[in-house]
């Protein structure tokens, strides 16, 4: 009794978040009756002035408009904190420039390469599991941590190409991250599912390995299949099955601060408004009530 007492109060200080890029009044408006935080992806609501990235001040001024009544995160794409070459340096001028407007809880990239030999590859490649790559990953983890002093978080991606030779496990990789740089991680319960779904991975074994005091952040979302293979592209409500493997985590830890559901701006038209908000309140109902 007393462990399913503990189990619920922690849920009941879970926030819950979505995405919102600006440029809707209406859902703005909805959004904020039903969620705590928003999720911010700098990259998503940049423009280039003079051949520089940066975020769009009518945006921004959104967001300071909600700021008596939202808690804010960030969560970047297009860092490609995992390139052997370099990183995207633009991508934290664009995070300067966030942090200077808005408040930010934590901020968060994606565990990925999204650059080779400096050419932008359009979606996200998982990273090789070695000690190279940790040993990479460290130094920059570290460089953003001083940067900035704020908690940073890192979210696993889904496999899109064969697995090459690894030194670590799933989990192990994740957990000698952290153990290493301190940062904490974000799992996204959709994207287990597509890595299930596309070639059998073990998602049980590897939240039982993974180190889930480290989890900060829950992700959940809905996509599609396309010539046999699942989508990591956010464009529909969250299965019923995201939605279980999501409380799964939620109660095997007390370290999750947030619920966020993901899904993209060019979504919207095909969802609806009224569908996003539906599902904003079927995910609190659900999960953190």
Not at 175 to 193: H, M, P, Q
Not at 253 to 275: C, H, K, Q
């Amino acid at each position: 009794m007393r462990a399913a007492l503990v189990a619920l109060a922690c849920l009941l200080m879970v926030l819950l978040a979505t995405t919102y890029e600006g440029d809707s009044p209406e859902l703005r408006a909805g959004i904020m009756e039903v969620v705590d935080a928003i999720e911010i992806a700098p990259d998503t609501i940049a423009t280039t002035v003079g051949g520089h990235p940066e975020l769009r001040g009518d945006v921004l001024e959104e967001y300071e408009s909600m700021a008596s009544r939202m808690r804010f995160v960030a969560h970047g794409v297009g860092l490609s904190i995992g390139s052997y070459d370099n990183w995207n340096s633009d991508y934290l001028g664009l995070l300067d420039q966030l942090m200077e407007r808005v408040e930010l809880d934590w901020h968060s990239e994606h565990l990925a390469c999204t650059t080779v030999d400096g050419e932008n590859l359009g979606t996200m490649l998982a990273m090789p599991r070695t000690r190279e790559s940790l040993d990479l990953l460290y130094e920059r983890v570290d460089r953003i941590q001083t940067r900035y002093r704020k908690e940073f978080l890192l979210e696993h991606v889904i496999r899109l190409l064969p697995e090459p030779e690894a030194e670590f496990t799933d989990a192990g990789f994740l957990n000698e991250l952290v153990r290493r740089s301190g940062c904490g991680l974000i799992i996204d319960a959709y994207n287990l599912e597509c890595d299930r779904f596309n070639y059998g991975f073990d998602v049980q074994g590897f939240l039982s390995e993974l180190n889930l005091d480290a989890v900060r952040e829950i992700h959940v979302a809905g996509g599609s299949t396309q010539a046999g293979f699942q989508l990591d592209i956010h464009s529909r409500v969250t299965a019923d099955s995201t939605l279980e493997l999501a409380r799964a985590i939620l109660t095997s830890t007390s370290n999750v601060r947030m619920l966020t559901y993901e899904f993209l701006r060019e979504a919207i038209p095909s969802l609806g408004v009224d569908a996003i908000i539906a599902e904003l309140k079927r995910i609190r109902g659900a999960l953190l009530s």
